[in-house]
């Protein structure tokens, strides 16, 4: 194998490789992307066995082949690189020689044939969607979702359609158990393939590389699914991931919690308190109480081996007393996930969920669990 490619061009396809492929993996070879020549150009793959991604590059083909390098050291030699046409050829036993003006580096390469196989997913479904309406809605749902968490359902967000006359219901949703993030819009059923009501669980990490896509440009960007897999395609780009099987919480049950409170006040101004009380919570809990009050908000955390910290904060609040615990940073997550100045949290008790809605949304909830204190 013989190229010559554009340093900018390679460099921005293999960057997008770089939150796919394995770092700890036990099978070195998920370490690696693959790079094979085309007709007009070099295919660029990534894996990890659940998501895989493939790119196109142009390039000036010189001789036919393919080879697998490391993700991370291809793409740091890349980047520090000068000038702008790069030649990489590919020597005896899988060497591979990467060179520029004055600058050479030889690195060593593993046979193509080695590099799992992205799985063959037959598309059913095709959707068209906008960029930033995808975007939006997984900004306001990814943070809610688990962590390596036992319950493998929640390592993902639940992806939802539904047809309804002339549009289509998309519904995301997120949570870990502690919290719960939702979004629901309304969109345009045209160059749609589906039939009825379909709903799928993605993995939180492939969630994460289409949001990164996402932010690269507002190119729409068309979703295929089956069975077991869902494919993301954007221009030249393909993001491919098996699918969480299980069955996703119901979530339904949460959002008719009975409320008889409600407290609005400044996003940005209850975050920045937030920030600043929790700073001497405890690591593990973050626990920060809050003491509603009448037009205010007493923000305090008590540390027994670190301090204590209060900060008094204006809120629009007419009802009686209440004194409840969260954990600060669920709060200051879905704050940082919300756009309007102004935000609402209804209450009941202190030991029922809050809604934190944001002034003028009515699509978008997010629900937190409080904390005994």
């Known amino acids: 194998m013989k190229i010559q490619v554009k340093r900018e061009e390679i460099l921005k396809v293999i960057q997008r490789t770089q939150g796919i492929?394995?770092?700890?993996?036990?099978?070195p070879i998920l370490s690696n992307l693959l790079i094979e020549t085309e007709k007009g150009g070099i295919d660029i793959v990534?894996?990890?066995?659940?998501?895989?991604?493939?790119?196109?590059?142009?390039?000036?083909?010189?001789?036919?082949?393919?080879?697998?390098?490391?993700?991370?050291?291809?793409?740091?030699i890349l980047r520090?690189?000068?000038?702008?046409?790069?030649?990489?050829?590919?020597?005896?036993?899988?060497?591979?020689?990467?060179?520029?003006?004055?600058?050479?580096?030889?690195?060593?390469g593993i046979g193509k044939e080695e590099f799992p196989t992205l799985p063959e997913a037959k598309e059913a479904t095709l959707l068209t969607l906008d960029a930033d309406l995808l975007n939006k809605m997984l900004k306001k749902t990814i943070y809610a979702s688990g962590e390596s968490d036992s319950r493998y359902v929640l390592n993902g967000l639940l992806f939802a359609l539904r047809p309804a006359a002339k549009n289509i219901s998309l519904t995301m949703v997120g949570t870990d158990g502690h919290r719960l993030a939702i979004i629901n819009k309304s969109i345009e059923a045209n160059n749609t393939g589906l039939k009825g009501e379909q709903s799928v669980i993605i993995p939180k990490k492939a969630a994460i590389e289409i949001k990164k896509l996402l932010d690269e440009g507002d190119e729409a960007l068309s979703i295929s699914l089956d069975k077991n897999h869902i494919i993301f395609k954007r221009g030249n780009t393909i993001l491919l991931s098996r699918l969480i099987e299980g069955n996703y919480p119901s979530y339904e049950?949460?959002?008719?919690?009975?409320?008889?409170?409600?407290?609005?006040?400044?996003?940005?101004?209850?975050?920045?308190?937030?920030?600043?009380?929790?700073?001497?919570?405890?690591?593990?809990?973050?626990?920060?109480?809050?003491?509603?009050?009448?037009?205010k908000i007493l923000l305090s955390t008590s540390n027994p081996d670190m301090g204590e910290a209060k900060e008094e904060l204006e809120a629009s609040y007419k009802g009686e007393s209440l004194a409840i615990g969260f954990n600060a940073r669920y709060l200051i997550d879905a704050l940082g996930a919300m756009d309007s100045e102004n935000i609402t949290i209804d209450l009941y008790d202190p030991l029922s969920?809050?809604?934190l809605m944001e002034e003028g949304e009515t699509d978008y909830k997010c629900v937190v669990m409080p904390m005994r204190i």
């Open 253 to 295: 049950q949460v959002l008719v919690t009975t409320h008889d409170k409600k407290i609005a006040l400044n996003r940005d101004l209850f975050m920045g308190a937030l920030r600043r009380v929790s700073i001497l919570s405890k690591e593990k809990t973050n626990a920060v109480k809050l003491d509603i009050e009448k037009d």
């Open 21 to 27: 492929v394995e770092k700890k993996s036990t099978m």
């Open 46 to 76: 990534a894996t990890d066995l659940e998501i895989g991604i493939r790119d196109k590059c142009p390039a000036k083909v010189l001789e036919e082949g393919g080879v697998a390098l490391s993700a991370r050291k291809a793409f740091e």
């Open 80 to 108: 520090e690189i000068n000038g702008e046409d790069i030649l990489i050829e590919k020597e005896n036993n899988n060497w591979v020689k990467i060179t520029n003006g004055h600058s050479e580096f030889r690195i060593m």
């Open 353 to 355: 969920p809050a809604f």
